[in-house]
T-cell receptor
Framework: GNSVTQMEGPVTLSEEAFLTINCTYTATGYPSLFWYVQYPGEGLQLLLKATKADDKGSNKGFEATYRKETTSFHLEKGSVQVSDSAVYFCALSAPITGTASKLTFGTGTRLQVTL | NAGVTQTPKFQVLKTGQSMTLQCAQDMNHEYMSWYRQDPGMGLRLIHYSVGAGITDQGEVPNGYNVSRSTTEDFPLRLLSAAPSQTSVYFC??????????FGQGTRLTVV
């Protein structure tokens, strides 16, 4: 079956540091890949996505590139802010039947940014 | 606003009680799903549906029941609540391989 593996947290960084959160996946076919973010006390919201190999998703200074050869979708940001403190989930979406697709999540990585 | 609506936001149950968590979406999405989120465990899929009248089990279905009589609604039923079901529950909907939209969550405590 499909699976997503992402780095264990928590990750603690100082403000303006460089962020990388690793994500690798196993899937048949050509899944879409996502990063979701969950701020304290809230639901998940989409951060960025990529739907085919070599696509780069970007939003709010975060970037991730769909690497089919390494089955990876690592999240990066050049300079983190305290407001980026949250839990980040890597996920893939793959077809299961008809036009329906199923999401598979990683376990989440908690990011804590300090002043 | 369009999206996924979950109710209630908070609930406390006694062991053995039953209840239904409601989920509704107005985006005409085929795929709907229920997850539970526990510390250190990420999101685990409970049940999902690929359309009205079609449901299937996820990773952790025991103790939960679902039905999908309409495209819009996907309620989750706890048959006999247990302390192990204390968790935060999220409903989500999606279409094709596009992004999933999540509800705000239901924080359930079973005492």
């Amino acid at each position: 079956g499909n699976s997503v593996t992402q780095m264990e947290g928590p990750v603690t960084l100082s403000e303006e540091a460089f962020l990388t959160i690793n994500c690798t996946y196993t899937a048949t076919g050509y899944p879409s890949l996502f990063w979701y973010v969950q701020y304290p006390g809230e639901g998940l919201q989409l951060l960025l996505k990529a739907t085919k190999a070599d696509d780069k998703g970007s939003n709010k200074g975060f970037e991730a590139t769909y690497r089919k050869e390494t089955t990876s979708f690592h999240l990066e940001k050049g300079s983190v802010q305290v407001s980026d403190s949250a839990v980040y989930f890597c996920a893939l979406s793959a077809p299961i039947t008809g036009t329906a697709s199923k999401l598979t999540f990683g376990t989440g990585t908690r990011l804590q940014v300090t002043l | 606003n369009a999206g996924v609506t979950q109710t209630p936001k908070f609930q406390v149950l006694k062991t053995g009680q039953s209840m239904t968590l409601q989920c509704a979406q107005d985006m005409n999405h085929e795929y709907m799903s229920w997850y539970r989120q526990d510390p250190g465990m990420g999101l685990r899929l409970i049940h999902y549906s690929v359309g009205a009248g079609i449901t299937d089990q996820g990773e952790v279905p025991n103790g939960y029941n679902v039905s999908r009589s309409t495209t819009e609604d996907f309620p989750l039923r706890l048959l006999s609540a247990a302390p192990s079901q204390t968790s935060v529950y999220f409903c989500a909907s999606s279409q094709d391989r596009a992004q999933a939209f999540f509800g705000q969550g239901t924080r359930l405590t079973v005492v």
